[in-house]
């Protein structure tokens, strides 16, 4: 009796837990955004903070995030469908190196990605403006990097690899006698895509939409980089631009975070309806067995020069631009001469770049232990019990994923800045156990479900406890998707630029945020050799767990 | 030594009940299968016993103490009883040594005792010599005795199978069949064993459950069951494909027989559920126990279908399709008349 009620009892610590990293931004921002005065000097009730949607420069701000964000979303899905289903149905050329170097593409942090697209596109410095387009007879025809497309064209280039991934797995998924029954009864092949396959991937394609659309409206790093200099405002650069002003306008901040958080929640909202769809779409064919490919003929070609100018322009001309600029002296250099390695040297010797790394990896590695553990209990409740609240412990995980980063940072700015806690790392191990949790919940979820419920309930009839056979089944049976959640949360936390940038303090300086300020005190060489580190860090870590554990990861 | 008492046992899943009333015992030692199509019943039965399901109503016993109630649902861990999975759930991650082994760690055993148990066990599931290998090293069959000799390796109280042999083909059914048998015999646990293939429940039980809907049908010995059959769904299920309804107009209680009229006439039936005058009922008749030739009905082939073993034929008598098993050496074309018999000894009266 006494066991029976207990164990209905024990999501509580977990959802206490969910319920206090996720909710207190929400409502602070909410609170935040009718309190004169910000956080620290509070004078009372006000609606002054929503009189900036009257600003020109605020509505243009609006305007701007919609642009991009929709604009960007229609440039890059087709083109990530059609490279996926070209890799995932046709012979054209490489295509398993595709899948190597897609996965490769996420590990590009947005602030990074941007950087070197100012270098290569700005109408003073860019190598493309200044050295190629004269090499080839187009003297006096300037790419500017510096405006509304310049921010699309960054932020389509981000989206295109993880949409490609969605859509190439979900193409993978679908059992193949579907396409092949079309086949048979005489559909051609682009009947065939029209009705059979694009139908059985929707719901990803779906999901895969709204991700770039919250992502989009969420972005923070490429339009302050790029829409900086350019003047160019978006929602989330606003934001922050208001938070930092001396003295700090926090109330009014708030009010527009309310905007972006409300479009967010929206579009989470009808994602995880996606998703769950997806799921019921989901079989799983035969392992090993491949769908016979569709022979491209002539056409081949083009398709493999489509593809793999794509992969050219998306993945490996920012990845060379940035070891070049690494590696040689001066910017913009003139001569193979001015070859060095010297900046791999003299790099650490600028102020707190070993601490703000020590900051960072000890961020990224705390939250990538906990978030994983605490998305592994989270999801064994949802998955695996039928306790009543698990509904709510599903939701309340989720919600931070609806949350902007510079909104979840203005909202623990809100709610924390009179504790003890303020000025720490903490606040940023804090920040990014919330960020963390729908990423992990999200990784976990699929290795979970695929776990048949009887290699569990034979343990149980064997005489284990429920810990015992989670500890001794569940995650035994896991390792490669724990492995995964891991990283994943550490490369979101390497790579983020919005939550340190308002939280971080003398003494917990990240790694991103000093990126941005050897940027901007002049030091292009020096962020382009410390991107380079970063980078070969994050590919090293991938491909060292990747080895340990003998899995697959981020595929 | 340990008997299983389920007392009115009820589970529903929202609105559909899936256990409506259910009680049975089980003897020491004994073999009681629950036998029924698919959403019977059977499996949510055999969860509730193992305590993979709360029953919303009604009792389970093993040996006289109460191990799930309304109020109380002991976990399984707490059940001391062993299952064995329709999907096997044999541990990818674990050898077979450690797959067996694992029940007998969690019950804190020296490693010599575990050793020792574990050799036992594999010597008597015929799987000497494979310790070490994977499962996804292991045939369905050599899986499904890992299965087998985890859910036995600490002795239970209870061995409850679920569907154990269903995905295995059909010869290697046969001969596991064969085996199950002889273990649970020779280790003489109280088993309870799930099942929607009648071939299967009649060779291996000692007690036989049958469930639709819910619902007990019958309980019966093997025997019992074959040849007395309740009512119609029993009698539908363990392959009286001719079920002619029919009333029953007087009754010789002398030689236990029954008068029955049907749309082929009069049948002469025996009268073993001792049904009483003007009830309506059904005869069940299997297609083996048709008997052509002789005096009798007059029927014409509709068609005929080769099984390897014997001839179907489909007769039409009177307006009425009767399937019939021949020997293959009687070869009718379709079209053509012959006359069958239906003795009264072949003839089962049950209710509708």
């Known amino acids: ?555 | 030594m340990v008997k299983v008492i389920v007392e009115n046992l009820v589970k529903k899943f929202k609105e559909v009940i899936a256990v409506d009333h259910v009680s049975f015992e089980v003897d020491d030692g004994e073999l009681l299968t629950l036998l029924g199509p698919s959403g019977c019943g059977k499996t949510t039965t055999l969860r509730c016993i193992a305590g993979l399901e709360e029953p919303d109503k009604g009792s389970i016993y093993f040996d006289g103490s109460i191990v799930a109630s309304e109020k109380v649902s002991l976990p399984p861990e707490k059940r001391d009883i062993g299952m064995v999975f329709q999907s096997y759930a044999v541990w990818p991650h674990m050898t077979v040594f450690d797959n067996i082994a694992y029940p007998l760690k969690l019950r804190k055993m020296s490693k010599s005792e575990i050793k020792e148990r574990v050799s036992v066990i594999l010597d008597i599931v015929r799987l000497s010599g494979l310790e070490g290998r994977y499962p996804s090293q292991l045939s369905g069959g050599q899986q499904q005795r890992v299965a087998l000799a985890r859910a036995l390796v600490y002795n239970p109280k209870v061995l409850l199978l679920d569907e154990p042999l269903s995905n295995l083909d059909a010869k290697l059914r046969e001969s596991m069949r064969l085996e199950l048998k002889e273990i649970q015999k020779k280790l003489r646990v109280t088993t309870i064993y799930v099942t929607h293939d009648q071939i299967e429940a009649i060779t291996l039980s000692d007690k036989i459950v049958i469930l639709d809907k819910g619902k007990i049908q019958q309980i019966g010995r093997p025997k019992e069951i074959y040849e007395k059959p309740a009512n119609r769904f029993v009698a539908d299920f363990i392959g009286f494909s001719n079920l002619i309804e029919g009333k029953i107009v007087s009754i010789d209680e002398k030689n236990g027989l029954a008068f029955v009229e049907t749309p082929l006439g009069k049948l002469i039936c025996y009268n073993t559920l001792n049904l009483s005058e003007g009830t309506s009922v059904v005869v069940a008749i299997r297609p083996e126990n048709i008997i052509f030739g002789g005096e009798g009905y007059k029927a014409k082939i509709v068609t005929s279908a080769f099984i390897g073993d014997a001839l179907m034929y489909w007769l039409k008598v009177s307006d009425i399709t009767l399937c019939a098993k021949a020997h293959t050496s009687l070869d009718l074309p379709s079209g053509s008349e012959v006359y069958i018999q239906l003795r009264p000894e072949y003839c089962k009266v049950v209710k509708l």
Request: net charge positive.
């Open chain 1, 1 to 555: 009796m006494m066991l029976h009620k207990l164990r209905k009892y024990s999501i509580l610590p977990l959802l206490l837990y969910v319920g206090f990293i996720s909710l207190p931004p929400i409502f602070y921002v909410i609170y935040g955004s009718f309190v004169a005065g910000g956080p620290l000097k509070p004078l009372g009730f006000t609606f002054e903070g929503y009189l900036a949607f009257t600003d020109s420069y605020v509505q243009s701000a609006i305007f701007n995030s919609f642009i991009i964000t929709i604009v960007k979303t229609c440039i890059a899905l087709p083109i990530a469908f059609l490279l996926a289903w070209l890799t995932t149905r046709t012979d054209v050329a490489g295509k398993g190196m595709v899948d190597t170097i897609m996965p490769a593409a996420l590990l590009l942090p947005g602030f990074i990605a941007a950087l070197v697209w100012i270098l290569l596109l700005s109408p003073s410095i860019g190598l493309i403006n200044t050295r190629v387009f004269p090499m080839i007879g187009l003297e006096g025809v300037t790419l500017n990097i510096y405006g509304l497309w310049g921010i699309i064209w960054v932020q389509s280039t981000l989206t295109v690899p993880y949409a490609y991934l969605i859509l190439a797995s979900a193409l993978r998924n679908i059992d193949p006698s579907n396409e092949e029954a079309a086949r048979i009864s005489g559909g051609r092949t682009f009947h065939v895509l029209r009705t059979v396959t694009f139908p059985l991937i929707r719901p990803a394609f779906l999901s895969c939409l709204i991700l770039s659309l919250v992502l989009g409206m969420e972005a923070f790093d490429i339009p302050l980089l790029i829409g900086g200099p350019a003047r160019i405002p978006v929602m989330t650069t606003e934001i922050y631009r208001r938070s930092i002003l001396l003295p700090p306008d926090h109330t009014s901040a708030a009010s527009i975070s309310l905007l972006v958080l409300t479009v967010a929640l929206v579009l989470v909202t009808l994602q995880r309806r996606y998703m769950s769809q997806e799921y019921r779409f989901a079989t799983i064919s035969a392992r090993g067995y491949r769908p016979p490919l569709l022979k491209l003929g002539k056409w081949k070609y083009i398709a493999s020069f489509f593809v793999w100018s794509i992969i050219a322009i998306y993945v490996f001309l920012p990845l060379a631009m940035l070891l070049i600029v690494s590696l040689f002296r001066g910017y913009p250099f003139s001569t193979l001469a001015d070859f060095t390695l010297d900046r791999f040297v003299s790099v650490w010797e600028y102020p707190m770049l070993k601490r703000s790394l020590m900051n960072t990896f000890i961020t990224a590695v705390i939250v990538g232990i906990v978030a994983t553990i605490v998305a592994l209990f989270v999801v064994y409740c949802i998955t695996r019990t039928n306790l009543k609240m698990k509904s709510l412990l599903d939701n309340l995980s989720m919600l931070p994923l609806a949350v902007p980063s510079i909104v979840l940072s203005l909202g623990f700015l809100w709610a924390y800045v009179t504790t003890p806690l303020w000025g720490t790392v903490w606040i940023l191990v804090l920040a990014f156990l919330a960020k963390g949790l729908p990423w992990g919940v999200r990784a976990t979820i699929g290795g979970m479900v695929q776990i048949e419920k009887g290699l569990e309930e034979s343990s149980r009839v064997c005489g284990a406890g429920w810990f015992q056979t989670f500890i001794k089944i569940v995650c035994r049976l896991l390792p490669g998707t724990i492995i995964a959640s891991f990283l994943l949360i550490i490369i979101i936390t390497i790579r983020e630029l919005a939550l340190p940038s308002l939280l971080k303090a003398y003494g917990s300086e990240f790694v991103s945020v000093l990126l941005l300020d050897m940027w901007n005190n002049g030091y292009i060489g020096e962020t382009c050799t410390l991107s380079s580190i970063l980078i070969i860090i994050i590919i090293l870590l991938t491909i060292t767990l990747r080895k340990v554990f003998k899995t697959s990861i981020l595929g």
